[in-house]
């Protein structure tokens, strides 16, 4: 399955964006979303979705590695 690695607004998608949304949406999602896109679907800050980021590759979430 290809990643898109752009949002529907334009943002390209970095890894952590990629991997944060497959833990957040479910790894099957073909839509991505960029941290400012996704803080508005998930009712959040893009500041508060950095620090789950930080708080999974700290876990040890494979997907962040």
């Not at 334009?10 to 839509?31: E, H, M, P």
């Not at 896109?37 to 998930?42: G, I, Q």
């Not at 700290?58 to 590695?65: D, K, R, T």
């Amino acid at each position: 399955m290809k990643v898109n690695t752009r949002c529907d607004c334009g943002s390209k998608l970095d890894k952590d964006t990629v991997a944060l949304n497959k833990k957040l949406l479910g790894r099957q999602v073909k839509v991505r979303m960029c941290l400012s896109c996704l803080a508005k679907f998930s009712e959040t800050t893009v500041e508060r979705l950095k620090e789950r980021i930080e708080m999974f590759k700290a876990q040890g979430c494979g997907l962040f590695s």
